[in-house]
C-alpha cells in the first residue's frame, strides 16, 4: 500500500494567514492526489482533485501543488470556516489510501 | 443534487456481521462513470477505504479486510449494501458511502452520505 504522511499534524493559525500542509507518498502518485476538508460530525468535503485542479464551488483561496511524491494545500488567507481537519488522499493504485489528518487550530 | 444516505443498527454484538445500506437519490447507481464505495472512520481517527462496487456488481476490496468484507448493489432500489463478519472493537466507526469516478483520473471521492456510527459491543 501506498503510505501518505501528512505534516504538521496539528497546525496553530490565526484568521488572514497563510497555511501550508505538505503531504508525501511513500511511492510516486503522480497527480492523483486529492484533499479534502472535514469539520466535526460531517463526512469529508473534496477541495482539490489531480494535485492542483480546484473543485466546484470551492473558494479561491485554497490551492494545490505538486507531483510525485510531495504534495502541498495552502490557504492563502485563513477564514473562519476554513479551521478543520484535512486529509490528502492517492487514487494513483488500489488500495485507495489517506494521510493521517492535519487538525487546523485556531491560534 | 445527488444524496447518499446510509442505515442500518447502531450496534453489534462482537464476532457478529455488520450489515449497512446506502440508499442513493438524485441519481442512478447504474451510472456508467461511477463507481460506489464504503469508507469508515474510527472515532478520532483517519479514514480508511473498505471498498468499491460497480453497477455490474464488479468489486474492489482494501486486501486489509477483504476477507470479511462484501459489497453488493441492488439497481432495482438503487442501493448498495456492506457486509463486514466477525466484528470486533476494532470496527467501531462511522460508516460513509460514498461515490468515485470510473476513471483513473476520476477516482476521487466527490460525493459522501452523512456518515452512520456503528459500534461493536456485547
Known amino acids: 500500500d501506498i503510505q501518505l504522511t501528512q505534516s504538521p499534524s496539528t497546525l496553530s493559525a490565526s484568521v488572514g494567514d497563510r497555511v501550508t500542509i505538505t503531504c508525501r507518498a511513500s511511492q510516486s502518485v503522480t497527480s492523483w492526489l486529492a484533499w479534502y476538508q472535514q469539520k466535526p460530525g460531517k463526512a469529508p468535503n473534496v477541495l482539490i482533485s489531480k494535485a492542483s485542479s480546484l473543485e466546484s464551488g470551492v473558494p479561491s483561496r485554497f490551492s494545490g501543488s505538486g507531483s510525485g511524491t510531495e504534495f502541498t494545500l495552502t490557504i492563502s488567507s485563513l477564514q473562519p470556516d476554513d479551521f478543520a481537519t484535512y486529509y490528502c488522499?492517492?487514487?494513483?493504485?488500489?488500495?485507495?489510501?489517506f494521510g493521517q489528518g492535519t487538525k487546523l487550530e485556531i491560534k | 443534487q445527488l444524496q447518499l444516505q446510509e442505515s442500518g443498527p447502531g450496534l453489534v454484538k462482537p464476532s457478529e456481521t455488520l450489515s449497512l445500506t446506502c440508499t442513493v437519490s438524485g441519481g442512478s447507481i447504474s451510472s456508467s462513470i461511477h463507481y460506489w464505495a464504503w469508507i469508515r472512520q474510527p472515532p478520532g481517527k483517519g479514514l480508511e477505504w473498505i471498498g468499491s462496487?460497480?453497477?455490474?456488481?464488479?468489486?474492489y476490496y482494501n486486501p486489509s479486510l477483504e476477507s470479511r468484507v462484501t459489497i453488493s448493489v441492488d439497481t432495482s432500489k438503487n442501493q448498495f449494501s456492506l457486509k463486514l463478519s466477525s466484528v470486533t472493537a476494532a470496527d467501531t466507526a462511522v460508516y460513509y458511502c460514498?461515490?468515485?469516478?470510473?476513471?483513473?483520473?476520476?477516482?476521487?471521492?466527490?460525493?459522501w452520505g452523512q456518515g452512520t456510527l456503528v459500534t461493536v459491543s456485547s
Open positions: 488522499q492517492q487514487y494513483r493504485t488500489y488500495p485507495c489510501t
Open positions: 460514498a461515490r468515485h469516478g470510473y476513471t483513473s483520473a476520476t477516482s476521487y471521492f466527490g460525493f
Open positions: 462496487i460497480y453497477n455490474s456488481g464488479s468489486t
